[in-house]
């Protein structure tokens, strides 16, 4: 098993520009998660999802979109791109098997908006 | 909602010592308590973690302990060595419609040989 990937592993960004990042796990998890993590800081919470067509927001919504039309790709979509966003982003999974599941984490993809 | 705190920010040890981190929850629903350890440039991984019906676990040179009438819980660290140098995240889930887990700020432990 490959477990979480993410692509792209760097990239920079102009102001007002827009990107996709890629995620997909191949361990059939049901929860999947986007964390964004700033310098010297915690994970933060930007969207989750339970299944496939469902998703909602975490703590740091705003300025990204999600979607997840199947059980293996959680991609996280970036309009309009600020400096405010310049952090690596993890993209993590969960089993729904029970309520102490660990959570995968992807390697992160390090975001700079110039 | 959870508000996890985690102390130290900073944590230096020499080679050989123990190191001891503390965090503090505020949910009393949270059941599951999983600590991750990330090196630097490296994706966060599960080291250890304890279930709320347990007060403490070890694995090696690696033990937690959960107090939940105080809502806190600790990792504690042995004879620690130079591979140990990392951030070290505590965390806390909450049983619901999904696993939210809600992490603490990080300790940076460094290791001096």
């Known amino acids: ?114 | 909602g959870e508000n996890v705190e985690q102390h130290p920010s900073t944590l230096s040890v020499q080679e050989g010592d123990s190191a001891v981190i503390k965090c503090t929850y505020s949910d009393s629903a949270s059941n599951y308590f999983p600590w991750y350890k990330q090196e630097l440039g490296k994706r966060p991984q599960l080291i250890i973690d304890i279930r709320s019906n347990v007060g403490e676990k070890k694995d090696q040179r690696i033990a937690v302990t959960l107090n939940k009438t105080a809502k806190h819980f600790s990792l504690h660290i042995t004879e620690t060595q130079p591979e140990d140098s990392a951030v070290y995240f505590c965390a806390a889930s909450s049983p619901g419609g999904y696993q939210k887990v809600t992490f603490g700020t990080g300790t940076k432990l460094q290791v001096i040989p």
């Open chain 1, 1 to 114: 098993n490959a477990g979480v990937t993410q692509t792209p592993k760097f990239r920079i960004l102009k102001i007002g520009q827009s990107m996709t990042l890629q995620c997909t796990q191949d361990m059939n998890h049901n929860y999947m998660y986007w964390y964004r993590q700033d310098p010297g800081m915690g994970l933060k919470l930007i969207y989750y999802s339970v299944g496939a067509g469902i998703t909602d927001k975490g703590e740091v919504p705003n300025g990204y979109n999600v979607s997840r039309s199947t059980t293996e790709d959680f991609p996280l979509r970036l309009e309009l791109a600020a400096p405010s966003q310049t952090s690596v982003y993890f993209c993590a999974s969960s089993s729904a098997r029970s309520s102490y599941n660990e959570q995968f984490f992807g390697p992160g993809t390090r975001l700079t908006v110039l």
